[in-house]
């Protein structure tokens, strides 16, 4: 029964279409509006309860007494549980009322950082960290399906990897916050604890917010399909009307070879971005002689780049190639390979200005496929009433990759050498170009067939 009222297991049923064109452009613009504000705003304040504990790791280890080694188990659980969690969190949003989902996820996830404070062991810490895990995991697959029904495919590609910035927008603002509380902290105005307790404090407001402001598919409004207002087609739509949900899953997720072939493509497009961004800082200290402040200064161009990336890459794709992400990702994947080569050879002391150009590249081009392959170019080969289960599915496979960056490319790294490592991230970049292309036609041939 709390699940009912609370609507995670029933999406509202459609209401009477209303007819008066009028009445149907205003709403649009204004639903438009509100759901691509409030999920961007929701978003990036997940991020507050994300990453907050990123630029307060010293502090945190000196007030727990816990070393590095026992920092990174606090990552791997938070990746395993995430990646797992998204994927049943796609499954859940699917059936799901996008307002609630939502919302809820993000005051669980802000609302336990309250006890953040209050922990003094280790194993409390990592369960709670696992717990916020999988609160987070609830964010982003009821922004995929409100993406997928409130704009259409032609017009998506550039939506989605703007709304995919808030992570970066998230990360930023969260890392200001959390600096102006230690430096408050050292100033003996707020104790340590209000790194936590002031993220979920936001976090908790914002929720209150989503709950308000969020909506659920348009023809709950009374609203025709985005499809239908646009005058656009599905890449892919369901035929048979009287599959049961669990067909539909069956049929256009389980048994999607496409959506198999760009979730593993997801995998190998996140030890890339985990690769190159992690392991980054370490290569060019430790092989390339840079200082520590040129190493953090340096480091800081990856994600700066990656916004404007990621978001020219959907325009493009909408521009020039009516919202098919194929091209546009093989364009991005061989920059992308050459960028990480030229990193590997020309980074150094000697050579600041290349060192820039090729991190400022590398973030640049990463962000591209990693916006669209799992979540555009997935949308296109599956239906929209499994989008959030396409979503939780790709979630899982692109956390596998952020495993295996840390641990798979730490070990060749230890026993291969430094070059093995960039070697492994390039070869990276030709699998995932050749799992990709795989979609070439499906993208053209089911937008003519519609």
Known sequence: MIYKELGLKQIPPAKDKITDKTEISKMYTRGRRKMFI?????????????????????????????????????????????????????????????RTFMALGLFCASFIHLFFGFLNSLYLLIFFWGLNAAFQSMGFPPIAKGMVHWFSPRERATKWTIMSSSHTAGTFLIGVIVAGLL???????????????????????????????LLDRPVSLGLPEIEKYNNDVLPVKIIEKTMSHWQILKKHIFTNPYLWLLSIASTFIYVIRFGTLDWGTKFMYDVKGMDEISVAIFWTLMPLAGMPGGIIAGYIADRFYQGRCTPINLIYLTLLALSITGFYFYAGPDHYILTGVFLLAMGFFVDGPQNLVSGVQASRVTVNEAMGTACGFGGLFSYIGAALSGVGLAYITKHFGWGAMYGSCVASCVITAILVSFTWKKEKIDRQNN
């Open 38 to 98: 409030s999920m961007y705003l929701g978003y990036t304040v997940f991020y507050f309860t994300r990453k907050n504990m990123t630029p307060a790791l010293p502090l945190l280890s000196d007030k727990l007494e816990v070393d590095i080694v026992e920092l990174g188990i606090l990552s791997t659980v938070f990746y395993v549980v995430y990646g797992i969690g998204k994927f049943i969190s796609g499954l859940l949003a699917d059936r799901a009322n996008i």
């Open 183 to 213: 430096t408050l902290y050292h100033q003996g105005w707020v104790n340590w604890q209000s790194i936590f307790y002031i993220p979920g404090i936001l976090g908790m407001v914002c929720s209150v917010f989503l709950l308000f402001n």
